[in-house]
């Protein structure tokens, strides 16, 4: 069989794994990108500071540094398919136990619930995206890594709307000063309204998570070994000898950047645009604004690489837009202007006040840091990918740490001036783009 017949056969044995793996990336997707709507959310019916709306994400995002290397383990035992079923049954736990929360409205039950749901995703994300990258070409891995993000970002803009559709029903527009001014017992009365909505959306999350958990016992799945490198046949997968390979450590911190400004870009927006007079139902549907042009970013990168730019100038890209936009940011109006209203009219969007539209920007800036950083930290490590896709796993804590720092910042000062944390992230991907994903040697 020739070259060209053989390429064509695995292009064909790769397109049913694909669909599937696509299939969770929506899921989690959806999942994950609820917290956008859902911290508004709950900074209104708890009661919160900036700084404590912003450990739902936190506990959210921490579960992936406690629970990668576990995860990791149950991989290695179970093999990607089981895992993932018991990712999938994790989630529907995690959303079961929103329910207890929404009827006590207690912070403490909300946290734990994020924290249930993250290690779900965990091991889900563990598993499947060496399982992308390895699926096919290395070459255009950072092409298969954007049409899943793609479909993660998808979901992205549904999840918001949906969360208002469902939750928010009937009870839109109310301002945090409508609320300020009524009675306490009716302002309580409201709030154990808002919280109940919560139940029934959660209680069909947790179905959903069940049934999908038991039908991935039975798909057609099937496991990828990873490639032992000549030099590799004898040598232990340890954490001692994955710290000697430059490019995962730096390209797992420049994930723990990257993590943490779009956190930042998709959650905080809602409590900016509420610092800027937007009512709570706009405010909870805001995170769509900024998953929109990460979606645009995705294609983008999908029709670029690697037929005009490579994976490493993509990323490269993308840091200097970040730093552009956390720019504008800082130094936006906060009423709407002609020239957001006119952007966001193309794709159908309502106008936002200046500041809120370039965090939405922020989405485009980091649509391709993902899909560029996998690849380029897993590239040589052989029989080491799986474990060192656990430590790049680790990396998505930096949307546990950056958010609640932005949180600080905002409560203490401006919530337009406390994107300037973003500034450090974005010049650490930068480093990784022009030298950080070369190195093969600390010396």
């Known amino acids: 069989m020739n070259t060209a017949a053989i390429a064509q056969s695995e292009t064909r044995n790769s397109v049913l794994p694909m669909v599937i793996i696509g299939l969770l990336f929506f899921i989690f997707g959806f999942v994950t990108w609820l917290n956008g709507a859902l911290i508004p959310f709950l900074q209104t019916i708890c009661d919160l500071t900036a700084f404590q709306a912003m450990l739902v994400a936190s506990a959210f995002y921490i579960a992936y540094t406690v629970m990668a290397l576990p995860m990791a ?17 994790l989630v529907g736990v995690g959303a079961l136990i929103f329910i207890p929360a929404a009827y006590t409205r207690m912070f403490g ?42 479909l993660n970002k998808a979901a ?3 999840a918001p709307l949906v969360f208002t559709a469902l939750v928010l029903s009937g009870i839109t527009g109310i301002s945090e000063a409508e609320l300020a001014a009524m009675s306490a017992a009716a302002n309580e009365a409201k709030l154990a309204e808002l919280a109940g909505q919560l139940v029934s959306p959660y209680i069909g999350m947790a179905i959903l998570g069940f049934i999908l ?14 490639e032992v490198i000549e030099g590799q046949e004898e040598v232990a997968v340890t954490l001692p000898v994955l710290l000697k390979f430059p490019q995962l450590i730096l390209g797992s911190i420049a994930l723990f950047c ?8 998709g959650d905080a927006i809602g409590l900016l645009g509420k610092q800027a007079g937007v009512d709570a139902s706009t405010a909870s549907q805001l995170t769509a604004y900024t998953m929109t042009f990460m979606v645009i970013g995705y294609i983008a990168g999908i029709i670029a690489i690697p037929r005009f730019i490579s994976q490493q100038t993509a990323l490269l890209m993308s840091a200097v837009m970040g730093m552009i936009f956390t720019g504008l940011v800082m130094t936006g109006s906060l009423e709407s202007t002609a020239l957001s209203a006119a952007s966001l009219s193309l794709f159908g969007l309502p106008e936002v006040p200046n500041a809120v539209f370039f965090v939405a920007l922020l989405g485009l800036a980091n649509a391709m840091c993902w899909p560029a950083i996998w690849p380029l930290a897993l590239e040589g490590l052989g029989k080491f990918t799986s474990k060192g896709a656990a430590l790049l796993i680790m990396g ?6 950056l958010p609640p720092v932005y949180g600080h910042f905002a409560d203490t000062g401006d919530g337009q001036m406390a994107y300037m944390i973003s500034f450090p992230a974005y010049l650490f991907i930068l480093f990784y783009a022009l030298k950080g994903h070369k190195m093969r040697s600390w010396k």
Do not use: C, H, W
């Not at 290695?76 to 895992?83: A, S, V």
């Not at 958990?213 to 990873?226: G, S, T």
């Not at 998505?396 to 740490?401: H, K, R």
């Open 156 to 158: 992205g803009i549904v």
């Open 109 to 150: 039950i909300f946290l734990l619930a994020q924290f249930v749901v993250g290690s779900g995703l965990t091991i889900l994300q563990t598993a499947s995206n060496p399982y992308v990258v390895k699926l096919g070409n290395p070459e255009t891995a950072a092409v298969r890594i954007s049409i899943m993000g793609l």
């Open 258 to 265: 990257y993590v943490g400004v779009e956190v930042i870009a």
């Open 396 to 401: 998505i804590s930096g949307g546990a740490v």
């Open 73 to 89: 383990a149950i991989i290695e035992r179970t093999g990607y398919k089981n895992g993932m079923a018991l990712g999938l049954a």
């Open 213 to 226: 958990a038991v039908a991935m016992l039975f798909v057609p799945l099937p496991d990828i070994e990873d």
